[in-house]
């Protein structure tokens, strides 16, 4: 019996070790941190053997393969050991892919690859479709596979779940935008990160779309270089193209094949200029699909926002208080600042991920009255900021964060929890920062 071991017991690593399980192979579960209770509690009822808090290497490294959870750098040593062993390391989503025969649609990029994601989900359950949401974002592909069946799933994939991924495919892949991030992963080279997300489009056919932004020099750039099988989609906000999205006057024009979809800009459920991109990116994917511009258009304007991206929380005293906890790097904290139009407190910080904060400084000069630091390590932030914005305070909690920012907004101000950092120093993760700011702000 083949020896799978899965390393990570988190949401992908323990719908992996689920599928593993249902596959009929030998499975191990290994996380050398805490696995929560609700996953060792899923471990148990599936009758599956693993071990938290340490890496037993006689129990690891007799795999036949080994599925490692997106989290786990290949510098880790354990996963440097199994690499010595010659021992093949794949991801969650390329393990499932292996046992499901649904159309794929999956999206990448550095930001708004959740809205996008969650916005074709929307679109095409609207169009009454057995459609899966997976990837980074709710439950584990490869526990659905395991469990489940759809005809169709929609998954966000990071660089990390793309890095150990070969055989899979994409029907339709969207790559939303590139911006520097995760460098750190990256050996801090901006190529590295690039080629990770471009494997998105591995294995595609010309029978397949590939969807992305024709604005973003990144993109193109590499785009330039390779070779995509795959027919090529683009959106634009820049001018008009003969199929793809793009805006003619206040209306997004969506073209594929012989059909036109068009809609007012004023029309789309999420506002700012980076949403327009995640609407078309979706409507492209809602045409390639045959669903009518009905649904398309009804879809767009219906959706609601994602938790912890741009998410009004609650208006106090005419101060509005917005989590953007989601926003973890340079580009996200950017759209998220230039789509405020009244003064700005801007609650910023945490774990630095080689950021360059240059971009920023001219927004930060027209709207932000103050910068609240919420981290352990805010030296970088006053270096960048501390001559162009009046008033600079540090915070350790979201709680004193948002004590701090409401004794400084006044009635017509905006707080903003833009983060442009990782979460790791202060919060288990983003979603968890996001939670503590709304719950802080709910107790001003």
Same mark, same amino acid.
């Given at each position: 019996?083949?020896?799978?071991?899965?390393?990570?017991?988190?949401?992908?690593?323990?719908?992996?070790?689920?599928?593993?399980?249902?596959?009929?192979?030998?499975?191990?579960?290994?996380?050398?941190?805490?696995?929560?209770?609700?996953?060792?509690?899923?471990?148990?009822?599936?009758?599956?053997?693993?071990?938290?808090?340490?890496?037993?290497?006689?129990?690891?490294?007799?795999?036949?393969?080994?599925?490692?959870?997106?989290?786990?750098?290949?510098?880790?040593?354990?996963?440097?050991?199994?690499?010595?062993?010659?021992?093949?390391?794949?991801?969650?989503?390329?393990?499932?892919?292996?046992?499901?025969?649904?159309?794929?649609?999956?999206?990448?990029?550095?930001?708004?690859?959740?809205?996008?994601?969650?916005?074709?989900?929307?679109?095409?359950?609207?169009?009454? !479709?057995?459609? $899966?949401?997976?990837? &980074? *974002?709710?439950? @584990?592909? +490869?526990?659905?596979? =395991?469990?489940?069946?759809?005809? %169709?799933?929609?998954?966000?994939?990071?660089?990390?779940?793309?890095?150990?991924?070969?055989?899979?495919?994409?029907?339709?892949?969207?790559?939303?935008?590139?911006?520097?991030?995760?460098?750190?992963?990256?050996?801090?080279?901006?190529?590295?990160?690039?080629?990770?997300?471009?494997?998105?489009?591995?294995?595609?056919?010309?029978?397949?779309?590939?969807?992305?932004?024709?604005?973003?020099?990144?993109?193109?750039?590499?785009?330039?270089?390779?070779?995509?099988?795959?027919?090529?989609?683009?959106?634009?906000?820049?001018?008009?193209?003969?199929?793809?999205?793009?805006?003619?006057?206040?209306?997004?024009?969506?073209?594929?094949?012989?059909?036109?979809?068009?809609?007012?800009?004023?029309? !789309?459920?999420? $506002?700012?200029?980076? &949403? *327009?991109?995640? @609407?078309? +990116?979706?409507?492209? =994917?809602?045409?390639?699909?045959? %669903?009518?511009?009905?649904?398309?258009?009804?879809?767009?304007?219906?959706?609601?926002?994602?938790?912890?991206?741009?998410?009004?929380?609650?208006?106090?005293?005419?101060?509005?208080?917005?989590?953007?906890?989601?926003?973890?790097?340079?580009?996200?904290?950017?759209?998220?600042?230039?789509?405020?139009?009244?003064?700005?407190?801007?609650?910023?910080?945490?774990?630095?991920?080689?950021?360059?904060?240059?971009?920023?400084?001219?927004?930060?000069?027209?709207?932000?009255?103050?910068?609240?630091?919420?981290?352990?390590?805010?030296?970088?932030?006053?270096?960048?900021?501390?001559?162009?914005?009046?008033?600079?305070?540090?915070?350790?909690?979201?709680?004193?964060?948002?004590?701090?920012?409401?004794?400084?907004?006044?009635?017509?101000?905006?707080?903003?929890? @833009?983060?442009?950092?990782?979460?790791?120093?202060?919060?288990?993760?983003?979603?968890?920062?996001?939670?503590?700011?709304?719950?802080?702000?709910?107790?001003?």
């Amino acid at each position: 019996m083949k020896r799978i071991v899965v390393l990570g017991g988190g949401e992908s690593g323990v719908g992996a070790a689920v599928l593993a399980k249902v596959k009929g192979f030998d499975v191990f579960l290994s996380d050398k941190g805490n696995i929560v209770r609700k996953y060792s509690d899923m471990l148990k009822e599936w009758d599956i053997p693993f071990e938290s808090g340490q890496h037993t290497e006689s129990l690891i490294l007799n795999a036949d393969e080994v599925i490692k959870s997106p989290g786990i750098p290949s510098t880790a040593p354990i996963v440097e050991k199994i690499t010595a062993a010659g021992i093949g390391i794949i991801s969650e989503i390329e393990f499932a892919g292996r046992y499901d025969k649904a159309r794929k649609i999956c999206i990448t990029g550095s930001n708004g690859k959740t809205t996008t994601t969650s916005l074709i989900y929307h679109l095409l359950k609207n169009a009454g !479709l057995n459609v $899966g949401l997976g990837g &980074n *974002i709710g439950k @584990s592909y +490869a526990f659905q596979v =395991a469990t489940g069946h759809y005809d %169709i799933y929609v998954l966000e994939i990071s660089s990390f779940q793309l890095d150990n991924m070969y055989d899979f495919k994409a029907d339709i892949a969207i790559i939303t935008n590139i911006t520097p991030d995760h460098l750190d992963r990256y050996g801090n080279k901006i190529e590295n990160y690039v080629r990770a997300k471009f494997r998105i489009t591995r294995n595609m056919s010309d029978e397949d779309c590939f969807i992305f932004c024709s604005d973003d020099e990144i993109t193109i750039n590499h785009l330039n270089k390779i070779v995509v099988r795959a027919r090529k989609l683009p959106f634009t906000q820049k001018g008009e193209v003969k199929e793809g999205a793009f805006i003619r006057d206040d209306k997004m024009i969506v073209r594929y094949n012989d059909s036109e979809c068009d809609m007012f800009l004023q029309e !789309l459920a999420l $506002g700012g200029k980076h &949403n *327009i991109y995640n @609407s078309m +990116a979706a409507a492209i =994917a809602g045409k390639v699909m045959n %669903i009518d511009n009905d649904t398309i258009r009804e879809a767009l304007s219906s959706f609601q926002a994602v938790e912890h991206r741009l998410e009004k929380v609650l208006s106090v005293g005419d101060v509005l208080y917005i989590n953007d906890s989601k926003a973890t790097n340079v580009d996200a904290a950017w759209y998220a600042l230039e789509c405020q139009t009244r003064p700005v407190v801007w609650i910023v910080g945490g774990t630095d991920k080689g950021n360059d904060y240059t971009p920023l400084l001219p927004l930060a000069k027209e709207k932000v009255k103050a910068i609240i630091c919420m981290g352990l390590d805010n030296k970088k932030i006053h270096d960048a900021f501390g001559k162009i914005v009046p008033e600079m305070h540090d915070v350790t909690s979201a709680e004193a964060a948002v004590k701090l920012a409401s004794g400084i907004a006044v009635a017509g101000d905006v707080v903003l929890l @833009s983060p442009c950092c990782a979460s790791f120093d202060l919060f288990r993760n983003y979603e968890d920062r996001g939670r503590q700011f709304k719950e802080a702000v709910r107790n001003l």
